[in-house]
C-alpha cells in the first residue's frame, strides 16, 4: 500500500528532562524522519500541559522547516477559536513566505486545553463557544486574498486543512472542499464514520477530490514483547490525563509499578485496542488492515515512548515495513 507517512509530534517532555531537551528532540526527529522519506511534520497545539512542550506552534513549525529541507511543516493543528483569525493568517503567512510550498495550516475547534486555560488564551468568556468555527475559518482564509491588506498574509496561503475528532470538521471540510486529518489515535469509534461523512458531503473547492489523512498512534519495536513494555508510559499518561493529572511522560519502570485500578485496566485496554503496537511483522498486519477499512489517503504517526532514541527507532521500523524512501508525494503536497 503506497500512501504518504507523515509525523505528528507533541515535542513530548518525559520524566527527569526539560522542556528544552523536548524541542531539541524535535528538531533531530524532524531531520530523521526526512532522512527516512516521511512526507510531513507536524506540531500539535496544547497549553498548560507538562508533558507537551509543543504549544508555541507556529514558532516550532519555523524551527524545524529551517532545520529541514523537504519536508512539508505544519499545525496538527492550530486551534483556531484560541486565536484571533488574522494573527494566525500572519503567522502562516510569514512561514509561507519563508518556506514556500513547504507549509501547512491544520485548524482545529477544540480547546486543546482545560476551560480556565481556554480563557486566559482567549480573554473572555464569550469566546469560549466554537459555534462560529467556520466563519473563523472563512474569515482566516480571506487574509490570504492578494486583495487583502494583511502583509504577509496576502497571496501566501498554505493549504488549509481541518482537523477533527467527530462528524462535524468532517462535514465542513467536505463541504469547503479541504483535506481533513481525522483523529484516530484518541477517537478510533469515530474514525469510519467521520470518514463516511467527509466524502459523502465532499464539493470540489480547494481540491478536486477528497483527501483523508489519519493520526494513529505507533509504537514499533524489534519484538511485539519491547514494544508493549515502550508503549506503557503513554498509557499511563493518558490515563493522567483523564484523570485530571497531566504530567511528564513516565519512565518505564514507573508505569509497570503504577497500582493500576480494574477499571483503569479497563480504560487502558480500550485505548490500546485502537493502536498500532508490536514488533515489525504486527506492525504491518495491524497498520494494513486500518488502511484497508479506513481507505486513508495518509498516515500520520504519533510515537509518544520514553527514551529518544527509542523513538527513532520505531519510525525507522516503519519506513523499511513501507519503503517510504519510495513513496510518491501525497497529492496535496
Not at 268 to 286: C, F, K, L, M, N
Amino acid at each position: 500500500m503506497s500512501v504518504p507517512f507523515s509525523v505528528l509530534d507533541l515535542s513530548p517532555v518525559v520524566s527527569g528532562s526539560t522542556s528544552g531537551q523536548a524541542l531539541r528532540n524535535t528538531l533531530d526527529l524532524a531531520r530523521h524522519t526526512e532522512g527516512l522519506g516521511f512526507h510531513r511534520y507536524w506540531l500539535a497545539e496544547h497549553h498548560a500541559m507538562p508533558g507537551i512542550a509543543s504549544s508555541a506552534t507556529a514558532v516550532l513549525i519555523g524551527q524545524v522547516a529551517a532545520a529541514t529541507e523537504r519536508l512539508r511543516v505544519g499545525s496538527g493543528g492550530i486551534m483556531l477559536p484560541n486565536h484571533a483569525p488574522m494573527v494566525v493568517a500572519e503567522q502562516f503567512g510569514t512561514l509561507e513566505a519563508l518556506f514556500p510550498g513547504r507549509i501547512d495550516l491544520g485548524l482545529g475547534r477544540a480547546p486543546g486545553t482545560d476551560q480556565a486555560t481556554a480563557l486566559a488564551l482567549r480573554r473572555s468568556p464569550e469566546a469560549l463557544s466554537v459555534d462560529d468555527f467556520p466563519e473563523q475559518v472563512h474569515e482566516l482564509r480571506a487574509y490570504f486574498g492578494e486583495q487583502s491588506k494583511v502583509t504577509p498574509a496576502a497571496g501566501n496561503e498554505p493549504p488549509v486543512w481541518l482537523l477533527g475528532s467527530s462528524g462535524y470538521s468532517a462535514r465542513l471540510a467536505g463541504l469547503l472542499g479541504l483535506p481533513f486529518a481525522f483523529a484516530h489515535h484518541f477517537s478510533a469509534e469515530n474514525t469510519l464514520p467521520a470518514l463516511r461523512v467527509y466524502r459523502e458531503s465532499f464539493r470540489p473547492g480547494a481540491l478536486q477530490e477528497p483527501y483523508a489523512l489519519i493520526g494513529v498512534s505507533v509504537t514499533a519495536a524489534d519484538t511485539d514483547e519491547r514494544a508493549q513494555e515502550l508503549a506503557r508510559p503513554q498509557a499511563l499518561s493518558f490515563l493522567r490525563l483523564r484523570q485530571g493529572r497531566p504530567g511528564p511522560l513516565p519512565t518505564p519502570e514507573e508505569a509497570a509499578a503504577h497500582p493500576y485500578s480494574p477499571l483503569e485496566r479497563e480504560f487502558i485496554q480500550s485505548r490500546a485496542d485502537s493502536q498500532v503496537v508490536g514488533g515489525p511483522e504486527t506492525v504491518r498486519r495491524r497498520m494494513d488492515t486500518l488502511l484497508a477499512d479506513t481507505r486513508a489517503d495518509e498516515v500520520m504517526v504519533t510515537t509518544m515512548v520514553y527514551d529518544h532514541a527509542d523513538r527513532l527507532r520505531s519510525y525507522d521500523i516503519l519506513a523499511e515495513l513501507y519503503d517510504l524512501a519510495e513513496t510518491p508525494a501525497a497529492a496535496t503536497a
